[in-house]
């Protein structure tokens, strides 16, 4: 038995036999974007297998009300749990911001959010206590980001962008090009207005625009990006935990709910080398 | 009883008493952008009941794949045909060019899909027998527009140009800002060069898009918006049918299958005044 601790509850998860250690770690997101976390996650934890669920057939989540984004992150849940995982990683702003305290109450494993882990480094980085968050609509509306900066540090000042474009215009690979620049400048013209010395990057698919955002708020504010925080994250807790395994021949593996050949078409560039081994999973109806 | 005729195929179709010719006109979309076409349909038939289906939920369908799209499209035709309607419009170009013919294998309802309509009038228009078609990824993979054209006057050259940015700047109402008219200009640029004179705008969002478009391809080209032949197609055929409504103090309805609210917002400048009467119907999972 394990015991964890989960926003302050208190949790027993049954190891069920010695192989609960031997479980892989299990990612989703609705589709590429989760793979700049899973990246991270593969380099963090070598000897860990992983699996990546990326929800293809119904992304974006951006978009789309609390309600919708938490039944999706529970089906993704469902099955992940059903492949045997011991540990959990919502690699999705928009399911975290809404669905995270959902899945915790209905399933007995581990889990974090990307939200968590880049709050808590923004505030850690911020010298002026003026923290900006960018994220999709959901996200943005959802106020998670504020609500967890205002948990760590209440006199952080925060302020908050949605910047729909992004997401479609890192998925055509137009991230450095001319309409780059200037959807990033309309999008946030007004941070430098605030004085904003920290940008939260609250959503996976914006790393990959991160010049065009850096030159458009100014190259004084620092970018944080959640990937590397919340891999270094999930390290600390399975080591915590006591199920981190010492040694394996790593194998990791991709699910998607649509069709596998557009996601590794869209997903190489956010995983940063080939994609192989993809199966489609029928979840969706 | 009525006999339909289908892509050439005779269906006949039960009018189950004298209530068939009451029942509804049934429109689908995955979102807001087929409200451009539900906008003509209750203008050109204004004694016939509505209900049009927006799939908030699993929107956009233009990034997934031919399957997946189908399966969505059953789902929606089936709860409209639920409702008991008798003639369905399928105002989606990327469920028209997936699953049109699932649709008309699976149900027995006289059901018309955005393409047909769109293709038959850029052949009327051309004048040089260049014709230009641009929409999301999946339609311009389909090859829908194509073959139909092709269909209709094999004489007739085609080029095609997806254009997946403009979905999104559509529903972020960037519809005329310099951004859209960069945007344009990247993707249509190549069509001067094949001295297109007709450009099919082969998505419902596009015509919301209609001035960035019209100036990035010159303002000789004329574009084919598919609102208003399928209108009129959908008017032809019930009168053909003999079930169009003389006297009818007419209704309409709306059903989405995430939260109406983001419905509401979005969609107004697609139907051109207030939504009203939305409820959300849960079908997704």
Same mark, same amino acid.
């Given at each position: ?34 793979? =700049? ?32 984004? =938490?039944?999706?992150? &529970?089906?993704?849940?469902? #099955? ?13 702003? =928009? ?30 980085? =911020?010298?002026?206590?003026? &923290? ?28 908050? $962008? ?24 309309? @999008?946030?013209?007004? #941070? ?13 698919? @914006? ?11 100014? @190259?004084?504010? $620092? ?63």
């Amino acid at each position: 038995m394990i015991i964890v601790f989960s926003k302050g509850r208190i949790k027993s998860i049954s190891t069920k036999d010695e192989g609960f250690k031997r479980n892989a770690i299990g990612v989703f997101d609705s589709g590429v974007g989760g793979l =700049t976390v899973f990246r991270e996650i593969l380099k963090a934890l070598p000897n860990e297998d992983c699996f990546y669920l990326g929800d293809t057939a119904r992304l974006p989540y951006g978009t789309k009300s609390k309600e919708t984004v =938490t039944t999706f992150a &529970v089906k993704n849940t469902e #099955f992940l749990v059903s492949l045997g995982i011991k540990f959990l990683v919502v690699a999705c702003n =928009t399911a975290a911001s809404a669905g995270l305290e959902t899945i915790e109450e209905k399933f007995d494993i581990p889990t974090i959010g990307v939200v968590l882990p880049g709050a808590e480094k923004a505030v850690k980085v =911020t010298k002026n206590g003026k &923290v900006g968050v960018i994220g999709t609509r959901s996200t943005i509306m959802s106020g998670a980001y504020k609500a967890e900066i205002a948990n760590i540090d209440p006199d952080v000042q925060v302020f908050q $962008q949605p910047c729909p474009l992004f997401v479609p215009l890192a998925e055509e690979g137009w991230t450095e090009n001319e309409v780059a620049h200037l959807v990033a400048e309309e @999008y946030l013209a007004e #941070f430098s207005a605030h004085g904003v010395d920290t940008l939260i990057l609250g959503c996976t698919h @914006y790393p990959l625009l991160k010049k065009a955002i850096q030159q458009a708020v100014g @190259y004084d504010v $620092q970018l944080i990006d959640s990937a590397l925080p919340i891999a270094w994250e999930v390290k600390k807790r399975l080591e915590k935990m006591g199920i981190e395994r010492e040694e394996n021949e790593r194998k990791y593996k991709f699910f998607v709910t649509d069709d596998p050949e557009n996601f590794v078409r869209v997903g190489e560039p956010f995983l940063g080398h080939n994609i192989d081994d993809v199966e489609h999973v029928d979840i969706v109806v």
